[in-house]
C-alpha cells in the first residue's frame, strides 16, 4: 500500500457545530481547495493530509448533517454522495467527529455510516473544554462497544494529531467488518432484495436508504423511481414511521452499548453557555445587544477601514503616475496606466471593508452566536414570509449577496427560501460601498449634524432603505408566491467556545479570496475592454471631433488647459463607448443621468463596484491632468453646452438610489439561476429590483430638481 | 400536556409525540420518549422555545413544541 498519491479519499462527516471545519482546518491547514460538490452549489473543500512518507490522503469536508434522512438540501448532498457507492466523490473511510457535549445524538448517524459499510474514524473534539466542564469518557471502553477506534482530540493543542493520521493508516490496514447494528426488517428486507438487481449498493442498509430516498435521488433513473414507487405502494411501504421505527431501535441499541461510558456531571456551577444566554437570548436586552452589534459591526467597517483604503488609493494613483513619466507614451502604457490600474484599483480598494465584514461575521458563526440569532427572531421574520435562518442570509447579504443566497440552503421551506433569495440583494452589498462612498460626496455636504457626520447618516439611511425595501418585499411575495411545504425551526444551540484564529483566519481568507479572483477576473477583462472602447471610436470620428474642438476653442478663445480638456472630452464622446453611452441615454435622462454615466451603468452590470473602475476610466481617459482622484475629477467635470456641474445633489441622489434597488450584479443573477433551478427567478428579480430602481430614482431627481 | 405548555424551571418527561412529520426530525436531534425537557425560556417575540433536552440546548417553533406530549 505504499503509495505517493492520494488515491484514498476520506470523508469528513459530523453533526453542524461538530467542531468538523476545526478538524478540518487542523489537518490540512493552509492547503485546502475549495470547489462545488458537482451539480450543486454546496461548498466542497478538499485538502491533502501527509500521513507519512508514503501515504497521503484526500480529505473532503462534507457539508453538517444529523442523519442520512437529510432535512436541507445541504443535507442533501450527503446523503446523495453516501448512498451511492459509484459516486466519485464516494470514501473509502469516514472521520467521524463528534462533539462530547452532545455525544448521544451523535451516535445515530455514526451508526448508519457504520452500517453503509464505511470504515470509522471516531474524533471526538473539544477535548480541553469538555475535560474542563467535567465530561469523563472512558475511550477505550467506547472504542470496543462502538467498534470503531476513537481518538479525543484538541484543536486547540492538536497534542495528538499523530494519533488522528496513524488510525487512517490502519482503517486501511485493517479492514475487519463492524457488525451491523440495525438489522432490516422483513418488510424492508423485501423490498431491497426486490430491487437488488437494478441498483447499486454495498450493504443492504445501504439499498434501504437508496429506497426511501429514490424520489430525489440524482442517480437513480426515471423509470426505476417510478418502479420503486409503486412497489411501495404495493407493499404499504411507509417512509416515515419506517424511519421513526429505525431511529428508535438505534437509540436503544446503542443506549445499551455506551451506558456508563460517559459521564458528564455539569458542574454544580452554571456552565458558562447558559450564563452567556441568560443575557444574550434575553427577551429585552438580546435583540438590544444585537441591533448594538450590528451598528457596531457597520461603525468599524467604515471607520476602521479607512486608513487603509487612503493607502490603497495613493499607491495605485502613484503606480499610475510613474508608469506615465518613465515609460514611452504608447498603447501599452495607456492600457496600463489609464485601463487596467484604475479598474483594478477600483475594486482593491475595498478589500479592507470587505475584510471586517467577514471577519465579524467568522467571528460570530465561529464562537456559535448565529443560533441565537436565528432562535431570537425566527417568529419575527416568519411575519414577513422568512425564516430565523434568513437573518443569516440577510446579515452576509451585507457583505455579498452570492455566499449569503447560498447560505440559504439551509432554509428547508422552499418558499422561505426564495423569498430570502429574492430579496437578499437588497441589502446593500460591499459592493455598493465604493459606490455610495463616492457619490454621497456630491449628495451631501460634509458638515455635522448634531454628534453625526451628515454624509455618514446619508449612508445609514441607504443602508435602512435596502433592508427596509426587503421587509416590504418579502411581504409582498409571502402572497404572491403560492408555494406550500413543510417549515421547521428544530436547531441546536452550541456550547459557546472561544474562537480559533485559525479558523477565522482562513473562513476569511476564502471568502475575500473569492471576491478579489472572482471579481477580479471580470474587473481586469471590462477594464480592458472600457479602455479600449474609450479610446477608439469609428473611422475618422475622433479626429473629426479634435479638429472641431481646436476650432472651437480658437473661435472662443479658450485657454490652452481649456481647448485640452474641450479636446478629450470631445474625443471621449465619439469613441466606440461614447456612441454606446448615448444610445440608451434616452432611457435614463429622466433619472438625471448622461451618457457618461449610462456607461458606468453598463459596465457596472458585471459587478456595481466596476461603477467606480469605470468612472476612473472615464475620466483618466477624458482628463489632462494626471494625480486627480475619481471624486475630484467628476467634480470638475461640467456640462460644456450648460456649463452646470453634472454631479449635482439631483443627479447624485437619484445614481445613488438607482444602486440601492437595482440588481447590477451578474454573479447574484448565476447564483439565484443555479439556487433556484430556472430563469424564472433570477429574470423576475432583475425586473421587480430595477424598476424599483427606476421609480425611486425618478422621484427623488425630480423633487429634488 | 404538550412541550408548547410548560412551565420555566421545572423537569418533565417526554411521553409522545402528536406529528409523525415532526416526531421523526425531533427524534434526530434526541427527542426521544423518556427524555427529560425543560424551558429556558422563549424567544423575544414569543414564537420560539429555548429547552434543554437531557442536557442538549435545542429551540423550537410554537408547532414543533405542541407536537411533543410529556408528563
Known amino acids: 500500500m505504499a503509495k505517493k498519491t492520494s488515491k484514498y479519499k476520506i470523508a469528513l462527516i459530523g453533526n453542524p457545530n461538530s467542531g468538523k471545519t476545526s478538524l478540518f482546518n487542523s489537518l490540512t491547514g493552509m492547503h485546502q481547495h475549495v470547489a462545488n460538490f458537482p451539480g450543486v452549489t454546496v461548498d466542497k473543500k478538499t485538502g491533502i493530509l501527509k500521513i507519512d512518507k508514503d501515504l497521503s490522503v484526500t480529505l473532503i469536508d462534507f457539508p453538517g448533517t444529523y442523519s442520512l434522512y437529510p432535512n436541507s438540501d445541504d443535507e442533501k448532498v450527503v446523503a446523495e454522495i453516501l448512498t451511492n457507492p459509484k459516486d466519485k466523490d464516494y470514501p473509502d473511510a469516514v472521520i467521524y467527529i463528534i462533539d462530547p457535549f452532545d455525544f448521544k445524538r451523535q451516535m445515530l448517524l455514526l451508526t448508519q455510516l457504520q452500517d453503509l459499510g464505511l470504515p470509522v474514524l471516531v474524533v471526538l473534539t473539544m477535548k480541553d473544554l469538555a475535560i474542563k466542564q467535567g465530561i469523563k469518557i472512558n475511550i477505550k471502553k467506547l472504542s470496543e462497544q462502538i467498534q470503531s ?15 488522528i493520521k496513524s488510525g487512517i493508516r490502519n482503517l486501511f490496514e485493517n479492514k475487519s467488518r463492524v457488525k451491523t447494528c440495525y438489522s432490516l426488517t422483513s ?17 443492504d442498509y445501504q439499498g434501504l436508504l437508496q429506497i426511501h430516498h429514490s424520489e430525489w435521488l440524482k442517480y437513480i433513473p426515471k423509470n426505476l423511481k417510478e418502479e420503486i414507487k409503486d412497489y411501495k405502494l404495493k407493499i404499504g411501504f411507509n417512509d416515515i414511521s419506517l424511519q421513526i421505527q429505525e431511529t428508535l431501535e438505534r437509540y436503544r441499541i446503542f443506549n445499551k452499548k455506551i451506558k456508563g461510558i460517559i459521564n458528564f456531571k455539569r458542574n454544580s456551577v452554571k456552565a458558562i453557555t447558559d450564563k452567556i444566554d441568560d443575557i444574550v437570548t434575553h427577551k429585552l436586552i438580546g435583540p438590544i445587544i444585537f441591533f448594538v452589534l450590528m451598528l457596531f459591526m457597520f461603525q468599524a467597517i467604515f471607520s476602521w477601514s479607512e486608513l487603509p483604503m487612503e493607502w490603497l488609493e495613493d499607491g495605485f494613483t502613484t503606480l499610475s503616475n510613474y508608469l506615465k513619466v518613465n515609460f514611452p507614451q504608447n498603447w501599452l502604457t495607456g492600457l496600463l496606466a489609464d485601463g487596467i490600474i484604475p479598474g483594478l484599483a477600483g475594486v482593491l480598494v475595498f478589500i479592507p471593508q470587505i475584510f471586517l465584514l467577514f471577519l465579524i461575521i467568522g467571528i460570530m458563526e465561529e464562537v456559535g452566536y448565529m443560533s441565537r440569532v436565528i432562535f431570537m427572531f425566527d417568529d419575527l421574520m416568519r411575519k414577513f414570509g422568512m425564516n430565523g435562518r434568513s437573518m443569516i442570509s440577510l446579515i452576509s447579504g451585507g457583505a455579498c449577496a452570492v455566499p449569503a443566497i447560498m447560505s440559504t440552503r439551509t432554509i428547508n421551506n422552499w418558499k422561505e427560501r426564495l423569498i430570502t433569495i429574492m430579496v437578499t440583494p437588497l441589502v446593500s452589498c460591499s459592493a455598493r460601498i465604493p459606490v455610495y462612498t463616492l457619490l454621497v460626496v456630491f449628495a451631501v455636504p460634509d458638515k455635522d449634524i448634531g454628534i453625526f457626520n451628515a454624509r455618514g447618516l446619508a449612508l445609514m439611511g441607504l443602508y435602512s432603505m435596502g433592508i427596509f425595501m426587503a421587509l416590504i418585499s418579502s411581504m409582498v411575495m409571502k402572497y404572491i408566491i403560492k408555494t406550500k411545504g413543510p417549515s421547521y425551526l428544530m436547531i441546536s444551540l452550541p456550547e459557546y467556545k472561544r474562537p480559533i484564529v485559525k479558523n477565522i483566519g482562513l473562513y476569511v481568507k476564502e471568502k475575500v479570496g473569492a471576491f478579489v479572483f472572482g471579481a477580479g477576473k471580470i474587473i481586469l477583462m471590462v477594464s480592458i475592454a472600457l479602455w479600449f472602447l474609450a479610446s477608439y471610436g469609428p473611422p475618422g470620428a475622433m479626429d473629426k471631433a479634435e479638429k472641431q474642438a481646436i476650432e472651437t476653442g480658437a473661435k472662443r478663445n479658450l485657454s490652452e488647459e481649456q481647448t485640452l480638456n474641450l479636446i478629450a472630452a470631445e474625443k471621449i464622446e465619439h469613441s466606440y463607448i461614447g456612441y454606446l453611452g448615448k444610445s440608451i441615454e434616452p432611457a435614463i435622462k429622466p433619472l438625471g443621468f448622461d451618457w457618461k454615466i449610462g456607461i458606468a451603468l453598463i459596465t457596472s452590470f458585471a459587478a456595481r463596484e466596476i461603477f467606480v473602475g469605470t468612472m476612473a476610466t472615464i475620466y483618466s481617459v477624458g482628463s489632462t491632468e494626471d494625480n486627480l482622484k475619481v471624486s475630484e475629477q467628476m467634480a470638475k467635470d461640467v456640462n460644456l453646452q450648460t456649463g452646470e456641474k453634472t454631479y449635482n445633489s439631483a443627479v447624485a441622489w437619484s445614481l445613488l438610489l438607482f444602486y440601492v434597488f437595482a440588481l447590477q450584479c451578474m454573479s447574484t443573477i448565476a447564483v439565484v439561476r443555479k439556487e433556484t433551478g430556472s430563469w424564472k427567478w433570477p429574470v423576475m428579480q432583475f425586473l421587480y429590483m430595477g424598476g424599483l430602481a427606476y421609480f425611486f430614482s425618478f422621484l427623488i431627481y425630480n423633487f429634488l430638481n | 400536556m404538550r412541550g408548547s405548555d410548560i412551565s420555566k ?5 417526554i411521553k409522545d409525540f402528536t406529528n409523525s412529520n415532526i416526531a421523526v426530525k425531533l427524534l434526530i436531534l ?13 424567544s423575544p417575540f414569543g414564537g420560539a422555545y429555548y ?4 442536557g442538549n440546548r435545542i429551540a423550537l417553533r410554537k408547532n414543533e413544541a405542541e407536537a411533543i406530549v410529556v408528563d
Open chain 2, 30 to 42: 434526541g427527542f426521544l420518549p423518556g427524555s427529560v425537557i425543560s424551558l429556558i425560556r422563549k
Open chain 2, 51 to 54: 429547552f434543554d433536552v437531557n
Open chain 1, 187 to 203: 418488510h424492508e428486507k423485501d423490498i431491497v432484495d426486490n430491487f437488488r438487481d437494478k441498483l447499486n449498493f454495498n450493504t
Open chain 2, 9 to 13: 424551571g421545572h423537569n418533565y418527561k
Open chain 1, 149 to 163: 477506534p476513537v481518538i479525543f482530540f484538541s484543536n486547540k493543542t492538536k497534542e495528538n494529531i499523530h494519533e
